[in-house]
């Protein structure tokens, strides 16, 4: 190909611009995908991708998304919460038939033409060239909208699918959001998430990823917290052949916070990959993270976390923990916590560690009469604990719970 | 009863109990005494079950079964109780909600119904003010934040629950005061009746005040050197152990 935009490509790059030539596309989108062909898929050989390669794992795959419409969906295992539920099925967004509830906007939108941090990343500018129609909710300044918003991402077929939504707390509003990823397919999706939590806004989200095992899965949430905002989510994932939860979330304005706990459970063959990018921009702001990671048979566990702290962001207050439980041999935990600061009066601190379970409190439980299976899933849960009493809705605490014991006793 | 006979038990393959034989028939409260690293710890993590305390010869028997063979929540659904030396603390792990699945589950083991949500409540409360815990106590953590003290009290109170057969009580005086001691013998002689027997692993005499002993054992170099009367232990208090490691 003379005008070819890729050099060398694979044959799954190859066949993505051949589906990106077909296109009619806006003048974003080009450069999008030209920065894709200069940056390339991400592989191992890249610092921030060298345990989650996305080359390797997608090189021979074919783009073409042969999925079949799914006509009938399951009903989410949150319906009882009533919530405003949308769907993004394989790329393909539907709106809840109702009433718009008061307090929100919401509709099929032009795709974004960039988010934070898109210049050096592949998988988001891949994303924002090929995305033709975006998910866009608003909550309306001062709005307190209690029913959850709940957005599922059902991925059928065994090709490429992206997706965007767009998100706007406006000021001192309040809103829930639970993200689930399902479906048990073969393909690839990748999701952004473009996001703005207003001055006073608070927004809760909730991710939870449960897949087949077969799935390779990129989301990228790209947050931008303004004053006294408060962003607090806790993402939950039982990982997939290659899962990679990303988020960005930078500090515009003074005296903001926010809290990203994570959690991944991992079995078989499954990665999970949690990266988070936290930049305090300006003073007096606060964030909390928190993960925890359980691996075992060939599971891997991947947690990469840094702050930033700008020299202007004086009095930032950052602590960042991440435990990882190995259960078997050869299940793996790669963690990479960094800090980099420039001012000079802040408290920020991580920690990070590796372990197996405590040999000396499995024996206290089973000499107290538990079996030695529910000793480890005692251990395993309470492991958890920190993460779960973050999660505010018990509703979906109690699902994630549920979810714990299912994975403990399927093991 | 408990019925140990000729037990060898290598740690890391260093023999450390070497040919032990006790018996105590139920009803009975014996100690133990011995000076440092002579095994009792050992004794009691291979008759509990721990992994690693494996008896290469000689048997343990509980009411008429040889337990070595059992995992150690068998062991404790057959009645065994051990109160650690040193209680573990267990973040995340809620202690009401332990204990009550501990104890159903030992139930479950044995055949029996479990206790209801009411029921366990109202037992734990009444128990844990018997053991000096308030309610606030009972619903941390397990023991985590707890002083040594604390700790020996909440081992009491699984004690006090779980109503065992045969409770092996490893330094459950190490580290408390006096009102604490008194309290550790109210648990044991409120508990201690024609069925139910106590193995009490102690350095010192002064718990022996509080739970009167019907025999006082020196363990010495693994094996139990002498055997007595409850002067025994004061006897001990005077003259030290040292004769018990030279001749040991």
């Known amino acids: 190909m003379s005008n070819a935009l890729l050099y060398n490509p694979t044959s799954m790059e190859a066949g993505l611009e051949a589906v990106f030539k077909t296109r009619t596309v806006t003048d974003a989108q080009q450069a999008a995908f030209a920065r894709f062909a200069k940056l390339r898929m991400p592989n191992r050989r890249l610092e921030g991708w060298k345990w989650s390669d996305f080359n390797g794992a997608l090189r021979d795959f074919s783009p073409i998304n042969d999925a079949p419409a799914a006509d009938t969906v399951a009903s989410s295992e949150f319906a009882s919460l009533n919530p405003l539920e949308f769907r993004i099925v394989d790329g393909r967004i539907e709106l809840p038939v109702e009433e718009i509830p008061e307090g929100m906007r919401y509709g099929v939108i032009e795709p974004v033409a960039t988010i934070l941090e898109l210049e050096s990343h592949a998988i988001a500018s891949l994303n924002v060239a090929m995305t033709r129609k975006a998910l866009g909710i608003e909550v309306v300044e001062g709005a307190v909208i209690e029913r959850p918003i709940l957005i599922r991402h059902i991925n059928t077929g065994a090709g490429f699918s992206f997706a965007q939504s767009m998100m706007r707390i406006s000021p001192n509003a309040k809103a829930q959001l ?36 077969d799935n390779t899965l990129h989301a990228l949430c790209a947050a931008k917290v303004n004053e006294t905002a408060h962003f607090e989510q806790t993402s939950f994932s039982t990982g997939s052949r290659l899962a990679r939860h990303e988020t960005i979330a930078h500090f515009w304005s003074p005296s903001s916070s926010a809290t990203i706990n994570s959690a991944a459970l991992l079995c078989g063959e499954r990665h999970n990959d949690f990266t988070t990018h936290v930049v305090h921009k300006e003073r007096d702001c606060e964030t909390r993270q928190l993960h925890k990671g359980v691996a075992r048979d060939r599971g891997r566990n991947v947690f990469q976390g840094k702050f930033e702290v700008e020299r202007i962001a004086q009095k930032t207050d950052a602590k960042m923990t991440a435990n990882a439980l190995l259960l078997s041999e050869g299940a793996q935990a790669n963690h990479k916590p960094e800090l980099e600061i420039y001012a000079d009066d802040v408290e920020c601190a991580h920690g990070s560690t590796v372990g197996s379970l405590d040999e000396d409190a499995l024996f206290y439980l089973r000499q107290r009469g538990l079996d030695e299976k529910s000793a480890r899933a005692m251990l395993i849960e309470a492991f958890f604990g920190d993460v779960m009493s973050g999660v505010k809705n018990d509703v979906v605490r109690d699902c994630i719970h549920q979810k714990i014991k299912t994975w403990m006793e399927t093991s | 009863m408990l019925k140990i006979d000729n037990l060898h038990v290598a740690v890391g393959g260093n023999e450390i109990i070497k040919g032990l034989t006790l018996k105590v028939p139920k009803g009975e409260v014996h100690a133990i005494m011995g000076p440092n690293g002579s095994g009792k710890s050992t004794l009691s993590y291979t008759v509990a079950g721990r992994d690693g305390y494996d008896a290469s010869e000689g048997s343990v028997m509980l009411n008429g079964e040889n337990i070595l063979e059992m995992d150690p929540d068998e062991r404790a659904a057959k009645g065994l109780f051990l109160s650690f030396q040193h209680p573990m603390e267990i973040p995340g792990v809620q202690t009401m909600n332990f204990i009550r699945t501990a104890l159903n589950a030992q139930r479950k083991a044995r055949g029996e119904d479990e206790m209801s949500a009411a029921e366990f409540l109202k037992t734990v409360r009444e128990k844990a003010r018997h053991v000096g815990l308030d309610d606030a106590k009972i619903k941390r953590q397990f023991n985590v934040g707890f002083s040594g003290g604390e700790k020996k009290r909440m081992e009491m109170l699984q004690m006090a629950m779980f109503e065992p057969r045969f409770a092996i009580m490893d330094e459950t005086d190490s580290g408390l005061d006096i ?52 002067d025994l232990a004061l006897e001990l208090e005077k003259s030290g152990y040292e004769q018990f490691i030279k001749a040991a």
Do not use: W
């Open chain 1, 178 to 213: 639970i993200e689930t990823y399902e479906g048990n397919c073969a393909g690839f999706y990748s999701h952004l998430f473009h996001m703005v939590v207003r001055d006073g806004a608070e927004f809760n989200r909730t991710v939870v990823q449960e897949t087949g095992p």
């Open chain 2, 179 to 230: 009102d604490a001691l008194k309290m550790v013998g109210e648990v044991v002689n409120t508990l201690r009746g024609p069925e139910r027997g106590f193995l009490v692993i102690t350095h010192y005499q002064r718990l022996l005040d509080y739970i009167r002993p019907d025999k006082v054992h020196v363990l010495a170099g693994g094996q139990i050197v002498k055997s007595g009367g409850p």
